[in-house]
């Protein structure tokens, strides 16, 4: 288990961020986690300790909103989640994070960007495309495994559906259990799971039932316009956040 004081004063408010963002929004600012965490841990230690986190996190998520996700949805984003993290695991040791950082985060801005300056195109539901979200959870599936950063490349195909707000949290929800519970094994195989870093996801596992419920209170409580909004807003921060990521790494590694 970690005993340095300063990992838990940064630890606590990240996971709180976490869990309210995934239990009020479906995920957005907790993929800041990692890269946070990485102020005072190894990068890869942040992406093992948050890993049993997630997965505890998803189960509070998934019980909250049990009767509201898209089983329709999932039958092909599903699979093609796994396919992204197949793909990602038999490249672990050649992929460039910081470039997937950059793609990612470019990614996520033009999105956003596309969405506030489409005028009145910007509100036009779109039909789903299973080719579409295929690709798309196939990307999230791969940089979820990469950094737990599956949120934008999912929202980019979610998002334009404009499913009800609860459906739409409902499904990433059940959409990121499935993912994080398939991330166990690769990453215990790749012996990520040390004795150190599952005591130490242990001892802040209380956070996640109280930053999850605190989410889904939120949610609750937030009208469905403003808070698609919000999403948006979450997704052009974030993507922004990667991209700064990207560029420094990029920048360090020349």
Partial sequence: MIDNPVFYAVAVPVLMLTGISKGGFGAGVGIVAVPT???VIPPLQAVAIMLPILCLMDIFGVWSYRREWS????????PGAIVGIGIATLLAGYV??????????????????????????????RPENR??????????????????????????????LKLDKTVFVG????????????????YSYLGLLTAENLLTALV???????AMLSGVWLHRRIPERPFYLICYVFVFLIGCKLLHDGVLGVSGMT
């Fill in 37 to 39: 965490l990485s102020l």
């Fill in 71 to 78: 089983r329709k949805l999932m039958l092909y984003l599903g």
């Fill in 96 to 125: 460039d994070e910081h470039m997937i950082k950059l793609i990612v985060g470019g990614i996520a801005v033009l999105f956003a960007l596309n969405y506030w300056l489409g005028g009145r195109n910007r509100d036009v539901q």
């Fill in 131 to 160: 080719t579409k979200g295929i690709f798309w959870s196939a990307v999230a599936g791969f940089t979820s495994f990469i950094g737990h950063a599956g949120g934008p490349p999912l929202q980019v195909y979610l998002l334009p």
């Fill in 171 to 186: 499904t990433t929800t059940v959409f990121f259990m499935a993912v994080n519970y398939v991330k166990l094994v690769p």
């Fill in 204 to 210: 802040l596992a209380p956070i996640c039932p109280i």
